[in-house]
């Protein structure tokens, strides 16, 4: 069985590893209840695993959307046979996600593919008092590792792979400007099975306003990387008008939105190892805006200045700089 049968199996395809980039609309979280103002919920969170060895194949998913202050499950699969194994692991928590692939392939020139793959996703939302934006400090630490020797241009290479992004909410939400983000980097946020894997095992380091991705791999050429970089993303807050009809103390108020996604893969001797690795470090608020948080979901807040108007494009600048990626490469003797 090839990847791309496995990948198209209806058992795997509602497991879209990117299904929920388009946020859920206002409306949707107020028909779950009646949000506070000013306070930071989690809006959904979900955790995907797979793991291939050959025609085997064990997959675990979770999801959990807003309403009672929980999160999604853990998830995990793992396979072993002949000498190989292949395992992923995924979890989200209130400031942090994390993801780990390992496909460890023995050398059994007979042997198919093994694979690993998975992803951990959580939401914010927040309903404030006034106009401003709110800033996301992240920070993504890992390390790839690629042991096996199948040729990086392979059909089934050896491999590792992290991709990562970090979304706000832009101006233009309610006029496709999250399509608008992606589009401009080259992405297609609505792929499935085989060419989204693809799409992930290609993913760019970029940098927008509303929109960081990192994305880094190891091959057979290449054998490994450290990944220690921080980043800042920024959601705009767009008005929220009710509907006809509608009284809540929300009308009127300002809706912004945050997504975090991390995802691994592994294939024929690949580890990617990013456990403890996307984690909010501070959320960045203007003078005047305060936020309150469910029990056991607090984050470090900092309030900063509003700048003054001549100032504010440089700060928009600012925001997007980017920290460089430590790179350890294990065959230099190639490079001599």
Not at 280 to 304: C, H, K, N, Y
């Amino acid at each position: 069985m090839t990847v791309s049968e496995v990948l198209n199996r209806p058992s795997f395809r509602p497991h879209a590893l990117v299904a929920s980039v388009l946020a859920l609309a206002a409306n949707s979280v107020l028909a779950s209840g009646t949000p506070e103002l000013n306070r930071w919920y989690v809006m959904e969170s979900k955790t995907s695993a797979v793991a291939l060895i050959d025609g085997r194949l064990q997959n675990d998913f979770h999801r959990h959307i807003y309403g009672d202050g929980l999160l999604a499950e853990d998830s995990q699969a793992r396979l072993t046979l002949d000498g190989r194994s292949a395992e992923a692991r995924n979890y989200v928590a209130a400031g942090r996600i994390g993801s780990f692939s390992g496909a460890f392939q023995a050398l059994d020139p007979d042997a198919t593919i093994s694979l690993a793959h998975g992803y951990s996703m959580i939401s914010f939302s927040a309903f404030l008092s006034n106009a401003a934006p709110v800033t996301l400090d992240l920070h993504l630490t890992g390390s790839l590792q690629t042991l096996g020797d199948r040729a990086a241009t392979g059909a089934d290479p050896s491999r590792a792979v992290v991709a990562a992004y970090g979304l706000g909410s832009p101006s233009d939400v309610n006029e496709g400007g999250y399509q608008r983000l992606f589009a401009n980097i080259g992405i297609d946020p609505n792929l499935e099975g085989e060419a989204l894997l693809n799409q992930l095992a290609h993913w760019p380091t970029t940098a927008q306003r509303n929109l960081q991705t990192v994305g880094v791999q190891t091959n057979s050429l290449n054998r490994s990387a450290e990944v220690d970089q921080h980043f800042s993303v920024t959601a705009d807050s767009t008005r929220y008008d009710c509907p006809a009809g509608v009284v809540s103390p929300l009308c009127g108020s300002y809706y912004l939105q945050f997504h975090l996604f991390l995802f691994t893969a592994a294939e024929n001797g690949g580890v990617a190892d990013f456990s403890h690795s996307l984690a909010i470090d501070a959320i960045r608020v203007a003078e005047g805006t305060s936020l309150s948080f469910d029990p056991g979901q607090a984050l470090p807040v900092i309030t900063t200045p509003v700048p003054e108007p001549g100032r504010a494009a440089l700060l928009g600048l600012g925001l997007l700089a980017i920290g460089g990626l430590k790179w350890r490469r294990s065959m230099r003797k190639q490079e001599r």
